[in-house]
């Protein structure tokens, strides 16, 4: 029997707090204060619980970078991944018009 609803990549991609961390090169801590400065909302109460999908791998991705490149407190950086997402979506709505 088939289930009537869409499999996403996200509910088949996922990583936990040290699998994150290791695919993106940084410490655990790293990842930690992300999620602390809610850059990262990952599903799940406890970091052994945590759970990240394809844009939080991403998006910590970009702040990593952001972060070193820019010298960004956690703050703009925040500010600065959100305004890059939003200027994505706004571009994805604009392809679709």
């Given at each position: 029997?088939?289930?009537s609803?869409?499999?996403?990549?996200?509910?088949?991609?996922?990583?936990?707090?040290?699998?994150?961390a290791?695919?993106?090169?940084?410490?655990?801590?790293?990842?930690?204060?992300?999620?602390?400065e809610?850059?990262?909302?990952?599903?799940?109460?406890?970091?052994?619980?945590?759970?990240?999908?394809?844009?939080?791998?991403?998006?910590?991705r970009?702040?990593?970078?952001?972060?070193?490149?820019?010298?960004?407190?956690?703050?703009?950086?925040?500010?600065i991944?959100?305004?890059?997402?939003?200027?994505?979506?706004?571009?994805?709505r604009?392809?679709?018009?």
């Amino acid at each position: 029997m088939e289930s009537s609803l869409p499999i996403s990549a996200d509910s088949i991609f996922t990583l936990t707090l040290e699998q994150l961390a290791w695919t993106c090169s940084v410490e655990s801590a790293w990842v930690c204060v992300l999620v602390d400065e809610a850059i990262l909302n990952p599903s799940g109460a406890t970091p052994a619980d945590w759970r990240f999908n394809a844009e939080d791998l991403a998006r910590a991705r970009r702040a990593w970078r952001l972060y070193h490149e820019l010298e960004a407190n956690l703050e703009v950086l925040g500010l600065i991944l959100d305004m890059q997402d939003e200027i994505s979506r706004l571009h994805a709505r604009l392809d679709c018009a």
